[in-house]
C-alpha cells in the first residue's frame, strides 16, 4: 500500500557532492509532502527538506543553500541534490511521508563525507 525506496547514499569527499532518490509507491495521492530527515551519529532524527505537493520548499538551517529537494523525472521520485557537502552531512537519510494517519519511512541511506 505504501513503500518509500532510498538510493543514492555512499562516501564522498568535503566539498563533493552526492543525489538521494526517494521512489514513493502509494495507493492515491493524499499525501501534501515528501520530507528527508537525518539521523548524524548519536543524534536524534532531524527533518532536513520537505516538498508539498504544491511544489513549496522547506530547508533546515544547516543545509539551506548547499542541498536542493526537488522532483526528478523518476515516476514518483522526490530528490535530495546535495552540495558543498561537509562531514558534519554524515548521517543516515530517510525519506518520509505523512498519509491516512501514520507515518511512512523508508528503510534509509548511509551518506559520509570524509577525505
Known amino acids: 500500500q505504501v513503500q518509500l525506496v532510498e538510493s543514492g547514499g555512499g562516501l564522498v569527499q568535503p566539498g563533493g557532492s552526492l543525489r538521494l532518490s526517494c521512489e514513493v509507491s502509494?495507493?492515491?495521492?493524499?499525501?501534501?509532502?515528501v520530507d528527508w530527515y537525518r539521523q548524524r551519529p548519536g543524534n536524534q532524527r532531524e527533518l532536513v527538506a520537505t516538498?508539498?505537493?504544491?511544489?513549496?520548499?522547506v530547508y533546515s538551517s544547516s543545509v539551506k543553500g548547499r542541498f536542493t529537494i526537488f522532483r526528478d523525472s523518476v515516476k514518483g521520485a522526490t530528490s535530495l541534490q546535495m552540495d558543498s557537502l561537509k562531514p558534519e552531512d554524515t548521517a543516515v537519510y530517510y525519506c518520509?511521508?505523512?498519509?491516512?494517519?501514520?507515518?511512512?519511512w523508508g528503510q534509509g541511506t548511509q551518506v559520509t563525507v570524509s577525505s
Open positions: 516538498i508539498t505537493k504544491r511544489g513549496n520548499k
Open positions: 518520509h511521508l505523512w498519509w491516512e494517519g501514520s507515518d511512512h
Open positions: 502509494v495507493a492515491g495521492t493524499n499525501y501534501n509532502a
